[in-house]
């Protein structure tokens, strides 16, 4: 099976730290670059985080942690690595200098992964010497608990990178989707986007408030989303008939004039303001590392509750979180000591009877 | 604390139907009208599976169930209810002929809720005597699982009916939340109409499958609505910046050239084809009977799940879950007898005794 031996995070932000902690908590040494002199401490604040969470996950104890080190430069901590993934800020001249710098130092076989949640993998190769090893490899926070990642392959990506990446994605408990196309923001925040979009204008028309948004959206389909995609649930809705009568039926909505949904809605300070104010009513006083423990051990809770339904084989993320936590546990049991080690233990044993 | 005496339901597609599983299992009698020759084969395929889950939710036991009959008419349905659901069709002209025969034989102070998903209150109550007592109680697939319902009124509903209605709904242990203003699709639809016009792009465009796009959903940003919904999860999104960081950084990504996202698809033959030929082969040969057990059993246990977290409290749909699980496990524990039934035997008793 594939493993990442050694890996590198170019940024340490809420998305690079989510990749460092996941990468730690699967046994695996990473070199950390970021410039942010509070990076230390913001990663070690989301280790924290991912420490407690893979703690409930695996009550009988975790795997030993990858070290992880604080490199002074990219090509410090490229260097060795098997596995890059970057994550910086979403500026496309940013990704091409850090691109180019991993590029120049990084071995040529390595798999260099890109978090970008939007840039094309062709537009962000251009300036690299080995831009077939070049993937999107798009995650989604929490990084160390949802294990989608999308896939996207750049024109001068090689099918075997494609091929590479997914197979070392996989093999830190992640879902790989190949996308099998290049559009902007792929296929995950396109449907983000859509929804984020029309939000927007509910709020700022005065139709709801975010708490009232999200209570509609956490009790109804945020909870069939968790186990069946849209597809899947609107084949059920059909009812006897199938996916077939569900289209017929919902298909001429499609060009009702909900005029609202096709324009842009405009961020001004007023919009951000609102918005900004009615999330810090809806925290109800909660801190943000407190919501991310609730989200946490809600997150963790869903996926082991779904690993144990369709006859205890497990669903969707469920089936994955069985899979993951138990090839976790095994690596938890591993000796730590070396095949030699154990060898040279038995050998003086046998002496000893002998 | 408010309580459905007598219901009936107008309607018994896979809606209505799932209005009277859940009215059913709460104990209430209710009277339904579908002239379909079929309705009470789909019922109670309907109200199988619903039994089955809430053997699931409660495992002592269930309370008594309430009595279903099936009226030759209107009339005869809705003769003696105090609460009425009408989910017909979604034509007009088909909601105002329905409305009208319910209006004029329903008590006067009857709540009648109409499960559209996109029709305005105001345009539905225009032919009625008694307008002020209709609301949209628009619920979510399968009602008897999903608790989310939206409020809204019409131009004539009064304050006092859409109050009514939220109690009525809550003592069926759903989550009501009350539109303020009346729009097309109300919020959840919109939601919903934004990602699926997205999502009918990405496949007509052969971006994905359908079975990749429901993995993408699943994997991701399903999991997290099932506990939190869009705004929260940016919140914590933004780090320890919070919202603003949020908006500021993901803002702009608004206006970039997605044109997709703004056109409406057109339905050909073709699309609808691919999708249900997809959505064929993503079901693995399961039929849509497994598929709803499956799709509940998941539910289930994705809320309960959410109601052993937030230290034991529950959290969202989970601690409403816990609510209601615990409220139906009482009514199940009341004795069917009567007090003065109860009082009889016991001085029967003493009788005996002494």
């Known amino acids: 099976m594939a493993r990442i031996r050694k890996a590198a995070a170019i940024g340490g932000g809420v998305i690079g730290a989510g990749w460092v902690a996941r990468l730690l908590l699967n046994g695996i040494d990473v070199s950390i670059f970021d410039p942010d002199p509070e990076a230390e401490r913001k990663v070690s604040e989301v280790m924290k985080n991912a420490r407690r969470a893979y703690k409930a996950m695996l009550p009988d104890g975790l795997p030993r942690e990858g070290k992880l080190a604080f490199a002074g430069s990219i090509a410090e901590a490229v260097a060795g690595a098997d596995f890059i993934q970057e994550s910086v800020p979403e500026r496309l001249d940013l990704k091409h200098k850090v691109l180019a710098e991993i590029d120049a130092h990084a071995a040529a076989d390595a798999i260099i992964g890109s978090s970008t949640s939007g840039i094309l993998p ?6 690299m010497n080995h831009p077939e090893r070049l993937v999107v490899g798009h995650p989604f926070n929490p ?67 975010v708490e009232e948004l999200d209570d509609i959206m956490r009790y109804s389909f945020g909870i069939r989303w968790a186990q069946m995609g849209l597809f899947q649930v609107y084949r059920i809705a059909g009812g006897e008939a199938g996916m077939r009568h569900f289209m017929a039926q919902f298909g001429p909505c499609l060009s009702w004039p909900w005029t609202k949904l096709m324009d842009v809605p405009e961020l001004t300070d007023e919009l951000v303001d609102k918005i900004a104010s009615q999330s810090d009513a809806q925290a ?15 997150l963790v809770a869903i996926m082991e509750a779904l690993s144990r339904q369709n006859r205890g084989k497990g669903w969707g993320a469920g089936a994955l979180h069985k899979d993951y936590t138990r090839r976790l546990s095994k690596l938890a049991q591993k000796p730590t000591i070396s095949k030699a080690a154990e060898k040279a233990k038995a050998a003086k044993a046998r002496r000893k009877k002998g």
């Open 284 to 298: 109800h006083g909660l801190s943000i590392r407190e919501l991310e423990r609730i989200r946490d051990d809600n």
């Open 122 to 127: 062709s537009e962000m190769q251009t300036a």
């Open 143 to 209: 990084v160390y608990l949802l294990p989608l990642v999308e896939i996207v392959g750049g024109q001068q990506t090689s099918g075997e990178a494609v091929e590479r990446a997914r197979a070392l994605y996989a093999s830190i408990g992640m879902k790989p989707v190949v996308i099998r196309k290049e559009i902007e923001a792929f296929v995950g925040d396109r449907l983000l986007e859509a929804l984020w979009r029309e939000a927007l204008w509910l709020i700022k028309d005065d139709i709801t408030t």
